[in-house]
Structure formats: structure tokens, C-alpha cells
């Protein structure tokens, strides 16, 4: 994958292909066009879009408003239109999972290294966590949040595919058809290929990285997203802990599938079903099932 | 374990939890479309710069040169404020209604004295001796502010307050609109109001309208009513007021489609004469000679009507036509039919063309005469010979290229050809060219 | 100064003959067209809110026009209210 140096661009079976890294994944916009102009400005259009929100939300910078967010010490912080419509969101995720989807169970990862190794930690540690996690403590009336001290939030979880479904948005008005945005695996395509056909999307094997196809998708018009890591996990007395934490107990969600994928209309909502699933532990594939929405579920 | 010992809630019921994602989902994306928010800045204030240079040119006829500056800026909230400079400098020669003789090259050569004796000369002649134009040079600069403010969050105002000057005329006014959106913001409904108060001030003062500004010395007989020997009296300024009100209703059509239709009716009231237009009087038992010049006429109310129709419609991601038509009318008897189409070709995501036609036609004004018969035992209550209250057609063709720089800049260029044919007068076919040139910037 | 041997007249008439045709085959294609009505939600309006979309997208050049035809003809007005007089000869 190429670094942060400057995009590249690739013809690659007949297809017009630009690479960037962007939000720790590798970034991939595919154009069926044979104008190479048009290629290059969307791909910049994309680069530009997927650099843009990874450094206004990413949880690493210390430039940013999560950061402002994250270090105000029960401050209250006025947050712009954007980050308010997100966390507007995140609220609403909050409330359609019963609790379980929640942007400030980030804290949990202080004791919860999924390295695969044997480290799981005490019940006590766990529960002195607890205090600092649960999006109902946090105020928030749209625009003002108010959290308490030591709590932190991560909007880790919806945006790469916020990402995806913006660079959309942005690049509709350029072209009408025969775009496929990819980062990191999370999908959208921008109608079908010039000649009409689907884009053929393989679904990758974690555990066997490009090696290895669990199934493949074809998609004219829509979103792909993918929930799961099979790599993080921590196994103890035979019990395996999958990476899933609930945070209302600080646990491991028990018997969640390792990899889930969904074909929705936005990434954003593929995204979102998946998480969900996963939260639903075994009842996953029952839940998708009852959601009328096209899943693979591993 | 303890896993196990927790309830887990469930989800509340369950097939609504997709149809509330996509809801929710649709309200992030669809909200993070506004401006602001795609800027890089959490700051949502945005401001604007809008400069534009134009060069305007008629064959043989007037030259203006144009500066316009627009700042506008976001105060958050809807809540917006923008400040219009303009400045004018204009050169060259207007048809002042006098007729053309048919062998022009004689025209300059009737001798005429000035009955008036004012610094409004008519024998201050046009280019080449031709008597028909009156050379003249002016400046205007005008300033226009307004302030548009939301009242409630479907309910918008603006007000807007205007000054212009000239060496001789000067316009000040003031404009309320409200905005009103409805049905989702698919329908929006808009009124206004404006006033102008306007003031023309020739340095002479403004003329008796149908007074006699010259006698033709030569010609063998003057009419009856024709008294060469007194001298026309002058007046102060003339003013006059101007009411306007639109009501209009703006239809979103569908995702690529809007719509809008206005009507609007509007009252001019006071001296709507121009000061600098004669009307000649022509002896038609002298192969039509000019045997005097009076000043014009005009009648002291005007009852304006229009109905506008726009659409605004992307054929695909690369084609936006703009297609309108107005209908105008008044009771001066002007009837007039304008249709403007625009065409956008955007060849590159930051690139576009736009072609432009325009096409225009009018009837003439009910008291239009290109002359006065000398004949007449009683001149017409109101009386004009300006080409632009005869019947006439204008064309208009045009190609702009316009360039965005970068997130928050643009650039356009455009040149356009107009050509106006009038029916009565024997003015030769008006044939202009506009150059502009135009730049935004966004901070 | 102009010499132009293309008589723009025909050129203007033939232009909006044309464009006609096209908006009038527009609004006939069997996707429904320039004026086929449909629902429009509010995250359905990305299009519409291009600047290119909007009723008055290049104010400086839509006042320059207003201005000079208003000075050339004896109709205006019809967009809306507001902005100053001239005396315009």
C-alpha cells in the first residue's frame, strides 16, 4: 500500500483505479471511464473527502474537535453542524440498540487488549470502567455535549463509512455511473459499469487475508460494509472472548460471529445493521433475517 | 457467568429498527450538504467576495464600463448581510428622437438657432454631424445593502436599502421580501415590496414637456400653433416615485427540477418624461423636412405588469439548462414577450461552458410617433419619438466559460452580441458587445 | 467595429426552434422527464443545492443584464423587487 505520498493512479483491467491511505485503511476508488482527467479529479474529490473527516473525527489527533470533546474535563463544548448531525446519530444508534451501540465504550479498551492471548481482565477492573462509560450519562442537547471527566467518545464506528457515503455524495454530480468507492472495505458504488454489468466484490477472509474468499457479492447500485475482526480476540480456559464488548457490562458479547457483512442502500446503514448484528451475538443472523436486508454472516 | 446473568434488552421491535437507521442515516448525510459543514472549519460563518469587471459597446452609440463588488457575509443562524457596490463610467452618443433625414449626409446641415438658450444645446451635434445624437458623458455609482434575517425556521426576511447617483439623477430606495417555505421546503412562497424615489436634474433644469426646444429658420412655414419667438421655460428637478410588488411560488419539481412563476405589478408615478428626448415636428408638404423640435411628453402614471416563469433543470450530471419566459404589459400599451435560455456544459468536474440566447420582443407605446405632422391643428396630449418605446425586437447570443479555483474560488468569463431592430424609427440596427469578466472567493 | 456576417437573427430564432424541441422531448422520455413530478425528501436535494441549481446562480451577470436591457427596452422587472434606478440613456 502506498503511504501518505502523493495518489496514485493505475489503469487496471479496463478500469481507471486510485489508491490513498486514509483512516489506518487502504483507500481504493475505482472509475470505468477511459478519460483519465475525470479519474484523477474524482479520485482527488475522494482523497481529499476521506483525509478531511479522518482528521476532523479521528481520536488520535489532538487537533480536532473529538480531542476538544475528549480533554474539556465535564466543560461543556459547543460542536459545529457536522459533528452535531453525527453525534445526533450516534444518539439515535444508542437508542435503537437497546444501549448496546455506544460511542463512549472506547474507555473499555484500557483493559480489554484482544491480542489473542490469555489476558482477560478481572471482573473488578471491568467494573470500576463501567462508571466512565454509558452515552446516557453524557448531556447532549444538539450542539452542546457535556460529558463528565475521564469519559471519552469515538466515532470510530460509523465514520469510514460516513466517509464512504460523503465521497458519494460528492463525486454524484460529476459522474452518473460506474464508480465504486472502497475504503477499507467498506463499499459504495455509484450505479453499474458503462457497459451495464455489476462490480463483482469479493468478501475477504480475515484470517486468511487475500488468500482466502468467503463469498462474493455483486452490486449495480449501493453499500457494502463489513463488521468484525476474526484477528482480535482473547482465548482463556477454552472460552473464547471476541473483540465485541457489550457496554452496559463490559463484557465480550458471547457467541458473535466473526465477520458480518451487509448490502444496504448508504454504507453508513450496511454499517450500522452489521454492528448491530454483531451486538446480537448468536440471535445475529436471526436478527438480519427479520431486517428483510441481504447479509453473509461467518 | 456473568455474562449470562445480565438481561439483555431487545431491540424494540424489531423490523422498524432498519426503516429508523435509514431514516436516521438520511438526516447525517442530507444535513452534512449544507455549506458550511463542508468546510474544513468548525466554524460555520462563511464569507464572500464577488468582483466583476464589464465593458458594454455599441456600434457607433454608447460605451459603458462597469465595476461591481458584492461582500457578503454569514453572521450564522441564515442570517446574512450583503453589501453591492457599483460603479459606472458611460461615453458616446443616444439617439435623442429627432428624425433622420433619408440622406443623412445632410442632416447636420439645416441651420438651427436655439430657441432656448439653455445649456442643453441640440445643435450640440452627434458624431459626423449627425443631428439625431446627443453626445454625453456620466458616472453612477450605487450602493445597495441588505439583510436577510430567518423568522421562524420556515419564514425568512430581507430588507434591502438602495442609493445610486448620477451627474443628473439620482434613485434612492428600500425593498421587504418574505420568504416563506413550505411543504418540506418544496414549495416556498416569496412577496415583496420596494419604493424608489428618484430624481431626474438636468444642469438647465428639466424642459416644458411639448415645448418647442428649435425652429428650423429656413423652413418657409411654421405651423399655427408654432410660436418661434418666446422662449421655452425650464423647470427644477423632476421626480418621480415607484412602487413594485411580486408574489411569487417556487416548486421543487423533482430531484433535478425547480420551478418558479411571479407576477408582478408595479406603479411609477410623477415625471417619467425623459428631459433629454425631442420629438420633431415634419412638414410632409416639404418631403417631410424638419420645421421644429419640441421636447417630449410622457404621461405622469404608469401601471406595470409581468408574469415570470423560470426552470432550472439538470438534463444530466453535466447539463443544467435555465429556461425563462416573461410576459409584460402595460397601460402605456407595451406589450412585450422575452425568452432567455442558457445552456451549461460542465466538460470538467471544475469547467464549465454556457452558451446563451436571448430573444425579446415589444409593441410600441400607444403616444409613440416618430414624428409630428405639421398638419395637426392640436398636438397629441403625450408625444415621444424614443426607439425604445417603438416597436422593436432584440436579439442576444452569448458563450461564458466558467472555472472553480480550488474549494472556495470561481471565475467566469463571458462575451455577448445584441442586436435591437426598431420598426417606426430609421435608427440603424443597434449592434452591442458585453464583456465581462467575473470572480468569487469565498474566506 | 462589429462586422458580422452571420445574421444573428436567424441564428437567436433557430437556437430557441431548437431548444424548445429539446425541453418539449425532455418532458416526453418514457424516464419521466424534466417536469415529471415525483416526492422529493429532504436528503433527496443534493442535487438541487449545487450552486449551478439555483434561480439566480451568477448574480453579477443577472444584474448586468437586467441593467442593460432595462436602459435598451421598455419591459423589466418580473425576477423579483429590490435594486436602484438609473438614468440610463
Not at chain 1, 459504495?188 to 482466502?212: F, V, Y
Not at chain 2, 411580486?246 to 418558479?260: E, L
Request: hydrophobic share 35%; charged share 20%.
Amino acid at each position: 500500500m502506498k503511504g501518505a505520498g502523493p495518489v496514485g493512479l493505475e489503469r487496471q483491467n479496463g478500469l481507471w483505479v486510485g489508491r490513498f491511505t486514509a483512516m489506518a485503511s487502504p483507500c481504493e476508488l475505482l472509475v470505468d471511464t477511459p478519460d483519465r482527467t475525470l479519474a484523477s479529479s474524482l479520485l482527488s474529490i475522494a482523497e481529499h473527502e476521506a483525509k478531511r473527516i479522518e482528521q476532523k473525527f479521528s481520536r488520535y489527533r489532538d487537533d480536532n474537535i473529538i480531542f476538544k470533546i475528549n480533554n474539556a474535563c465535564g466543560k461543556s463544548v459547543a460542536v459545529d453542524e457536522e459533528t452535531a448531525l453525527l453525534l445526533d446519530y450516534a444518539d439515535q444508534c444508542y437508542q435503537l440498540s437497546g444501549g448496546r451501540f455506544d460511542i463512549t465504550s472506547g474507555v473499555l479498551r484500557e483493559v480489554w487488549r484482544f491480542d489473542a492471548s490469555a489476558n482477560v481482565p478481572s471482573s473488578d477492573a471491568v467494573t470500576a470502567l463501567l462508571s466512565r462509560v454509558g452515552w446516557s450519562r453524557v448531556k447532549w442537547h444538539s450542539a452542546v455535549l457535556t460529558m463528565q471527566r475521564g469519559m471519552e467518545i469515538d466515532l470510530g464506528g460509523v465514520g469510514k463509512e460516513y466517509a464512504v457515503d460523503r465521497t458519494a455524495l460528492l463525486l454524484r454530480p460529476h459522474i452518473s455511473s460506474g464508480v465504486l468507492i472502497n475504503f477499507g472495505g467498506d463499499l459504495c458504488a455509484l450505479g453499474p459499469r458503462i457497459d451495464g454489468s455489476a462490480w463483482e466484490i469479493a468478501i475477504d477472509d480475515p484470517e486468511n487475508s487475500g488468500k482466502n474468499q468467503l463469498g462474493q457479492v455483486s452490486l449495480k447500485t449501493g453499500a457494502v460494509a463489513t463488521s468484525g475482526d476474526a484477528r482480535r480476540y482473547l482465548l482463556k480456559d477454552g472460552v473464547r472472548y471476541g473483540h465485541i464488548l457489550d457496554p452496559r457490562t463490559g463484557w465480550p458479547i458471547p457467541y458473535a460471529p466473526r465477520s458480518v457483512t451487509t448490502i444496504a442502500s448508504t454504507c453508513m446503514e450496511a454499517g450500522m445493521l452489521s454492528t448491530f448484528a454483531m451486538l446480537e451475538g448468536a440471535g445475529a443472523e436471526a436478527f438480519l433475517k427479520q431486517q428483510e436486508v441481504e447479509f453473509l454472516c461467518f | 457467568m456473568q455474562l449470562k446473568d445480565k438481561k439483555l434488552k431487545s431491540y424494540p421491535s424489531k423490523p422498524s429498527v432498519r426503516s429508523a437507521l435509514i431514516m436516521a442515516t438520511c438526516t447525517v448525510l442530507s444535513g452534512s450538504l449544507s455549506p458550511a459543514s463542508a468546510e474544513e472549519e468548525d466554524d460555520s460563518t462563511l464569507s464572500r467576495i464577488d468582483l466583476s469587471t464589464l465593458y458594454y459597446s455599441e456600434e457607433d452609440r454608447v460605451s459603458v464600463n462597469t465595476t461591481h463588488v458584492v461582500v457578503e457575509n454569514d453572521l450564522g443562524d441564515e442570517e446574512f448581510v450583503r453589501a453591492n457596490f457599483i460603479y459606472d463610467t458611460i461615453t458616446g452618443a443616444s439617439p435623442n428622437g429627432r428624425i433622420i433625414p433619408a440622406d443623412q449626409g445632410s442632416g447636420g446641415s439645416i441651420p438651427f438657432t436655439s430657441a432656448s438658450g439653455f445649456t442643453l444645446n441640440v445643435n450640440d451635434v452627434g458624431s459626423a454631424g449627425q443631428k439625431w445624437l446627443t453626445e454625453f458623458t456620466d458616472k453612477r455609482a450605487a450602493i445597495d445593502l441588505s439583510w436577510e434575517k430567518p423568522i421562524t425556521r420556515t419564514l425568512r426576511r430581507i430588507f434591502e436599502g438602495n442609493f445610486s447617483s448620477e451627474n443628473d439623477f439620482t434613485s434612492y430606495g428600500g425593498a421587504a421580501t418574505m420568504v416563506w417555505d413550505l411543504n418540506q421546503r418544496n414549495t416556498t412562497v416569496t412577496g415583496g415590496l420596494s419604493v424608489l424615489k428618484e430624481t431626474v436634474s438636468p444642469d438647465s433644469g428639466t424642459p416644458l414637456e411639448l415645448a418647442i426646444a428649435n425652429c428650423n429658420d429656413t423652413a418657409p412655414a411654421l405651423p399655427v400653433w408654432a410660436n418661434c419667438n418666446i422662449t421655452s421655460p425650464r423647470f427644477g428637478n423632476g421626480h418621480k416615485r415607484v412602487f413594485d410588488g411580486v408574489i411569487g411560488v417556487t416548486q421543487v419539481i423533482n430531484k433535478r427540477t425547480i420551478t418558479q412563476l411571479n407576477y408582478s405589478h408595479g406603479v411609477s408615478l410623477g415625471y417619467l418624461t425623459d428631459p433629454y428626448k425631442l420629438i420633431s415636428v415634419v412638414d410632409n408638404n416639404l418631403d417631410g423636412e424638419e420645421v421644429l423640435i419640441l421636447y417630449e411628453k410622457r404621461p405622469d402614471r404608469r401601471a406595470r405588469n409581468s408574469l415570470y416563469w423560470k426552470t432550472v433543470s439538470q438534463l444530466s450530471p453535466k447539463k443544467v439548462v435555465d429556461f425563462s419566459y416573461r410576459y409584460f404589459w402595460d397601460d402605456w400599451g407595451i406589450k412585450s414577450h422575452t425568452i432567455d435560455y442558457k445552456y451549461r456544459y460542465d466538460y470538467a468536474p471544475k469547467s464549465y461552458l454556457q452558451p446563451h440566447i436571448r430573444y425579446n420582443t415589444q409593441s410600441s407605446a400607444d403616444f409613440f410617433h416618430n414624428a409630428i405632422d405639421a398638419a395637426v391643428n392640436e398636438l397629441p396630449r403625450y408625444a415621444s419619438a424614443d426607439y425604445r418605446l417603438d416597436k422593436l425586437q432584440t436579439y442576444s447570443i452569448g458563450l461564458k466559460y466558467g472555472k472553480e479555483l480550488g474549494k472556495s474560488g470561481a471565475f467566469a468569463m463571458r462575451a455577448e452580441y445584441i442586436v435591437q431592430n426598431y420598426n417606426a424609427v430609421s435608427l440603424p440596427d443597434m449592434k452591442a458587445l458585453v464583456y465581462q469578466g467575473t470572480f468569487s472567493f469565498k474566506f | 467595429m462589429i462586422k458580422s456576417k452571420i445574421n444573428i437573427k436567424t441564428l437567436v430564432h433557430y437556437s430557441l426552434l431548437f431548444s424548445f424541441l429539446l425541453l418539449s422531448g425532455c418532458s416526453t422520455l418514457k424516464t419521466g422527464g424534466m417536469f415529471a413530478k415525483e416526492t422529493v425528501e429532504p436528503w433527496h436535494k443534493e442535487l438541487l443545492a449545487e450552486e449551478r441549481m439555483q434561480l439566480n446562480p451568477y448574480p453579477l451577470e443577472n444584474s448586468a443584464d437586467q441593467k442593460i436591457y432595462y436602459s435598451r427596452e421598455s419591459a423589466n422587472g418580473g425576477q423579483g423587487i429590490g435594486g436602484g434606478g438609473c438614468g440610463c440613456n
